[in-house]
């Protein structure tokens, strides 16, 4: 078990550019969440997975941000036409759960998103 | 919908001496609750959880937290704290089997 893995650690981007980023994670969860966190916040949810099927996205996730966990194992989130408002930690996390329970969830160590 | 809040944005503190970190929560259902700490330049980890049975709950490195369901409060507290404490820490609900919702964070200084 090597835990949750990000990548990459760290991206700057012009802004207008697309971007995206690849979490794998603990290989025997199966519910994966991605997070975005600010300096000095806390971290605010943007969307989650059971196995391949999105269940609940956040209103802050624009038009421009996708995610997709095609076969319920490794997930990517895209940013398209980023903007400076974007520059943030963007983190996934891991856990298993089924109806009505939910084991801690486990994170990676984020990747760092500065648009420039 | 869920909300967490951490009243103390800072909490500054001697060494050795006791420190409660404060979380309210807000829920129209059951929650499953949690603290996480995040140490400068690493990433989120678990301190401690609660999920049922006894209220108090303990971590490895002597902190507690304590669910107090009429209060909707889920306190951390360490009764001496050392400089290694240093971090944020963040309060976290989540009703069973849906997403995390986490706190504003609190920044936990210890002092020499």
């Known amino acids: 078990d090597t835990g949750v893995s990000q990548d990459p650690r760290h991206k700057i981007t012009k802004r207008g550019q697309n971007v995206t980023f690849r979490c794998d994670p603990i290989s025997e969860h199966n519910r994966l969440y991605w997070y975005r966190q600010t300096l000095g916040q806390g971290p605010e949810f943007l969307t989650y997975f059971q196995n391949e099927a999105q269940l609940e996205k956040s209103r802050l996730l624009s038009d421009r941000f996708s995610a997709e966990r095609p076969k319920g194992s490794f997930s990517t989130l895209e940013i398209q036409r980023t903007e400076q408002g974007d520059s943030a930690m963007y983190l996934c996390?891991?856990?298993?759960?089924?109806?009505?329970?939910?084991?801690?969830?486990?994170f990676g160590q984020g990747t760092r998103l500065t648009v420039v | 919908a869920q909300s967490v809040t951490q009243l103390d944005s800072q909490v500054p503190v001697f060494e050795e001496a006791p420190v409660e970190l404060r979380c309210n929560y807000s829920?129209?259902?059951?929650?499953?609750l949690f603290w996480y700490v995040q140490y400068p330049n690493q990433g989120l980890q678990l301190l401690l959880k609660y999920l049922s049975g006894s209220t108090l709950v303990e971590s490895i490195n002597g902190f507690e937290a304590e669910f107090n369901k009429s209060q909707t409060s889920f306190h951390l507290r360490k009764p001496s704290v050392h400089i290694s404490d240093t971090a944020e820490y963040f309060c976290a609900v989540t009703p069973y089997g849906q997403n995390f919702v986490f706190g504003p964070g609190t920044r936990l200084s210890v002092l020499p």
């Open positions: 829920s129209s259902v059951s929650v499953y």
């Open positions: 996390a891991s856990s298993l759960g089924r109806a009505g329970m939910n084991t801690e969830a486990f």
